[in-house]
Antibody, heavy 120, light 108 residues
């Protein structure tokens, strides 16, 4: 059974950096990539980027290019998202989502979400 | 990046009624790699439909997806109380994936 568990809530000051982790288990970790998706309060879903677990390749949404870095640790089954130069509008719930071997590699397994507050 | 526009923003219907949600892409979605997700308050999204028309595991057959190219539709044949939620489309036809802004299905 697949489990995806994220790190806990964070409170950060503007200008700081954020790191959120996502631990996956119940399958061969290197078989599937992960995306990160965020959701600001009362708003919709926003795709941030993707990482291939096997190769470590990444793709980032243009909005976050240069400010976000996705990494993975195959020894621990962990995917990490680092977001730098935080602003108040980065306040959101951040989700990791594992792709599935279906047409279009949709996000079938999601973490529980990590609430992040950016405030001075 | 491909922009997805969902309509309507809000759909007010009664249980038992049919819901039709639209998702329009700014350019053709390669291979019709279009998925639909359902989200209820405080929960992570749940995959409903992938590849435009394939139901994900465990999804009831009252949910169906159709469409191709730039125009896609999610249909809920008869609304159950648990179907009142927000629905998002998402494209994976390009390396940079995107979501629509969502359609809220609310009880009339």
């Amino acid at each position: 059974q697949v489990h995806v568990v994220q790190s806990g809530a964070e409170v950060k000051k503007p200008g700081a950096s954020l790191k959120v982790s996502c631990n996956a288990s119940g399958y061969t970790f290197t078989d599937y990539g992960f995306s990160w998706v965020r959701q600001a309060p009362g708003q919709g879903l926003e795709w941030m980027g993707w990482i291939s677990i096997f190769y470590g390749d990444t793709n980032y949404a243009r909005k976050f290019q240069g400010r976000v870095t996705l990494t993975r640790d195959t020894s621990t089954g962990t995917v990490n998202m680092e977001l730098r130069s935080l602003r108040s509008d980065d306040t959101a719930v951040y989700y990791c989502a594992r792709e599935s071997p279906l047409a279009g590699y949709p996000f079938e397994y999601w973490g529980q979400g990590t609430p992040v507050t950016v405030s001075s | 990046e491909i922009e997805l526009t969902q309509s309507p923003g809000t759909l007010s219907l009664s249980p038992g009624e049919r819901a039709t949600l639209s998702c329009r892409a700014s350019q053709s979605v390669d291979n019709n790699y279009l998925a639909w997700y359902q989200q209820t308050p405080g929960q992570a999204p749940r995959l409903l439909i992938y590849g435009a028309s394939n139901r994900a595991t465990g999804i009831p057959d009252r949910f169906s997806g159709s469409g191709s190219g730039t125009d896609f539709t999610l249909t809920i044949s008869r609304l159950e109380p648990e179907d009142f939620a927000v629905y998002y489309c998402q494209q994976a036809g390009s390396l940079l994936k995107t979501f629509g802004q969502g359609t809220k299905v609310e009880i009339k």
